[in-house]
């Protein structure tokens, strides 16, 4: 039966795409968002996508009286809490803010939850639990750790779930694992918009693309892995989307809490990935050897095979159609 889920940061990247299979698969979705890091536009952009209109409530996940309001207003049977702030550069830098908004943002929520009488959640969570990982592809009952304030609260995240978990039977939580999330909707419509400074490789390679920086920074090419240059396991965020779709069937269906790793299983360097993007582009595009990047690693690729086995859920879409993806995305966005 089709439920009425609250996206808490539903404007975002990973949020936005969530809504949109969540629409499709027969759910409804009210989103919070405080649009720190999204567009204003992103809930027209959904309801040209979806057809229907999009409810957004405005504020700050940490509210708990705006919380109440919308469970007040709404009969919200699950949430899925994207909400947070994501670049582990800045978390260094601002520790203080990331503690507030990620650990601060998740209790309140929790508490909100409870008041209302809603006990099934699905959290952003991320391969960066897992620190180095010690055994490629890595499962999901790896050693967990951190390298920098934003991984802290991620991994703190899930131990505060877990908690909460084991105080009442009625939680039912679902703690998804992300790997390298890239590429945008088949529309064009949404996709990857940072705004500002990118964090993550392939915005910097659609800046390259776009003639915005003149090369790509390659950071090492020493690393222990085929080509030298780091490997990661990247997700078409379509992909990802219809795995959140599939843990909340699972929730819903079985009131089993889950913890699984969202990837495809297969890895590809910097270099692999600056040439998949060219071929989308079609032309190659320039980089440059920097200084490897500090907190870095050398290859993170997931074991998916949990989440096959528990939610069905295979990722289907390939680097090329992730970077063809993106490329009509943000193209699209420079000519208006
Ligand atoms: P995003 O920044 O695009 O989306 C987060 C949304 O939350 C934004 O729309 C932002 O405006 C909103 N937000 C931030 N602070 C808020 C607050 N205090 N109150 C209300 N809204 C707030 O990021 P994303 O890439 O879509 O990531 C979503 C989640 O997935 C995050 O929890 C992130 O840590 C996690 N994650 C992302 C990646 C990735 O590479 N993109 C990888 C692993 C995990
Ligand atoms: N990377 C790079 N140049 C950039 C951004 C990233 O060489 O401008 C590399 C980075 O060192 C890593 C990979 O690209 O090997 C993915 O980096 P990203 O920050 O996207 O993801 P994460 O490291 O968090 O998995």
Redesign the pocket.
Known sequence: MGQTVLL??G?????SHTFVALRAAGHDAVV???????RADVPDRLEVITGAPVRVYR????DGALLARIFAENAIGAVIH?????AAGESVEKPLDYMD?NLG?LTALLKAMREAGCFRLVF?????VYGTPEVLPVPETAPRGYANPYGFT?LACEQILEQVGASDPRWAIATLR?F??VGAHSSALIGEDPQDFPN?LVPFVAEVALGKRAALNVFGDDWATRDGTGVRDYIHVEDLARGHVMSLGHLVETGQSHTVNLGTGRGYSVLEMLAAYGRAVGRDLPHVIAPRRPGDVAEVVADPSKAAALLGFRAERGVDEMCASSWAFVSRRRNG
Not at 32 to 38: E, G, I, K, Q, R
Not at 59 to 62: E, I, K, L, N, T
């Open positions: 808490t940061g404007a975002g990247y990973i949020g919070l968002d405080n649009f720190s890091n999204a504020g700050d996940v940490r994207f909400a947070a702030l994501k908004v943002g952003s969570s991320s391969a960066t991620k992300y390298n999330p993550n």
